[in-house]
């Protein structure tokens, strides 16, 4: 079976048909791991994702539970994946907080607190304006509450141990070999490359924010937008004790929302946001970040940045991720910008409903996965977005 994307869903789905003694070939077009999956935040959660800006409208009771279900499992999957392979990721079960940005942002917060408890099981600590220092030195927020169950990882770390994985249990994996056709021949396809064809029973498409290109049905349904982060230099250890106290993953619930985490090792502060509406080059937007991070913590002024990165995420007209089936091609795309669990899980589900031997189907398969006449691929309207949120965020700043 061909695989078509190396990130976390390709190399998952390739180490589960390898498992089941199914042969594998990832092919990507980059180096392995150079889209998503290496440049992520690391934060690994369960469920706050679907109930804090999912999908939940239009969507029945059962539904949902079937999207938490998933999501839950992806959270297992991942954490159990790591303990009983052993796999050097550096996880950690560090805390999730997820900072209020005015008074009503934490008020939907509790709210949301409430059903995480509810519905997913985990525990979440209420963390009022006057306890914010226990988990963040800064007057910037209002509050938030604190999912101690939920995790990080070092992305780029764990794409290694999984890439190790699947050619342990005898996947084959190649880089720089995009793939341009996908055309149906006899029994199966032939897969168009750059470096020549290949004959394959079955393909998987798992190109999320970044093969857009390949295939018409995928260029109407997904919009790939373009996520940043700053490394600071090394900080003195009190000083990074002083800026994050327990060494929590945070974000906010801006729209355009902030994330910020100690890096792995714990020398740096990496801090993540959309800086403009349009794409800037990295050099310009480690600049625009540097200055969000001042005011977040305005003593960081003087804290010089060492690296700036960006990838992209695919976003979905449903917000959800879908898992599926469209002439004879498997896929699993759509992350909405929280993937690490997720399009791990989806990836090995989609190998096991490719190979009709899923345990039960997955709630992100559904019959209908939009997309909208006016587009074709070309997400002109992101700058747009990114400014109506911006606009709404600063009113809710201002009024509460
Ligand atoms: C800055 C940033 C921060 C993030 N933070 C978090 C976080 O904290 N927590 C979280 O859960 N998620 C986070 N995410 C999202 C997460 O990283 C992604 O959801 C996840 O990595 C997606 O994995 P994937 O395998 O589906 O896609 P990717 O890792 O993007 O892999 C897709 C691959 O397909 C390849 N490809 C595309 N077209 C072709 C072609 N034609 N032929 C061959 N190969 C092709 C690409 O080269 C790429 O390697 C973040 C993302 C970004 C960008």
Same mark, same amino acid.
């Given at each position: ?33 150079i889209g998503a999956s290496t ?96 988990? *963040?030195? #800064?007057?910037? /927020?209002?509050? &938030?509450? +604190? ?5 990080? %990882?070092? !992305? ?48 998987? *498409?798992? #190109?999320?924010? /970044?093969?857009? &290109?390949? +295939? ?5 349904? %997904?919009? !790939? ?53 349009v794409d800037p080059p990295e ?118």
């Open positions: 079976m061909v695989i078509v994307g190396g990130g976390y869903c390709g190399l998952s789905a390739a180490a589960e048909l390898a498992r089941r003694g199914v042969q594998a070939v990832v092919l990507d077009a980059g180096p392995l791991g440049r992520s935040t690391g934060g690994i959660t369960g469920g706050q994702k679907i109930l804090l800006a999912g999908p939940t409208k239009n969507v029945t009771a059962e539904q949902l539970a079937g999207m938490l279900r998933d999501t839950i499992a992806s959270f297992a999957y991942v954490t159990d994946l790591i303990e009983t392979e052993r796999l050097d990721a550096d996880f950690e079960r560090c805390g999730r907080f997820l900072a209020a940005y005015s008074p009503g942002h934490y008020e939907r917060l509790l709210r949301l607190g409430a059903l995480l408890r509810k519905h997913t099981g985990v525990s979440v600590q209420d963390v009022s304006r006057e306890r914010l220092g226990e988990v *963040i030195r #800064t007057d910037f /927020y209002r509050g &938030g509450i +604190l999912v101690e169950d939920y995790g990080s %990882l070092h !992305p780029a770390k764990y794409h290694r141990a999984l890439r190790g994985l699947a050619r342990k249990r005898g996947a084959a994996l190649f880089s720089h070999t995009a793939v341009s056709a996908i055309t149906p021949s006899g029994t199966g396809f032939t897969v168009g490359t750059a470096r020549g064809e290949i004959a394959a029973r079955k393909v998987i *498409i798992a #190109t999320n924010g /970044y093969g857009t &290109g390949t +295939l018409p049905f995928f260029r109407r349904r %997904l919009i !790939p937008v373009a996520s940043y982060h700053i490394a600071t230099e090394p900080l003195p250890r009190e000083r990074m004790a002083a800026l994050l106290p327990g060494g929590r993953m945070v974000s906010d619930s801006q729209r355009n929302l902030i994330a910020m985490r100690p890096s792995p090792d714990g020398t740096r502060i990496i801090f993540g946001a959309r800086p403009a509406a050099r310009h937007a480690a600049v625009l970040i540097h200055r969000i991070m001042c005011q977040v913590w305005p003593d960081m002024r003087g804290t010089r940045v060492s690296h700036c990165w960006r990838g992209r995420v695919a976003m979905t007209f449903d917000r959800k991720p879908h898992l599926g089936e469209v002439d004879g091609l498997f896929y699993a795309v759509g992350c909405n910008a929280s993937g690490v669990a997720m399009m791990s899980y989806l990836g090995r589900e989609v190998a096991r409903r490719a190979l009709g031997v899923q345990e039960r189907p997955s709630a992100f398969e559904t019959s209908h996965f939009p997309d909208r006449f006016w587009y074709d691929g070309r997400p002109w309207f992101v700058p747009w977005i990114t400014e109506w949120y911006n606009l709404r965020d600063a009113i809710d700043r201002r009024f509460g």
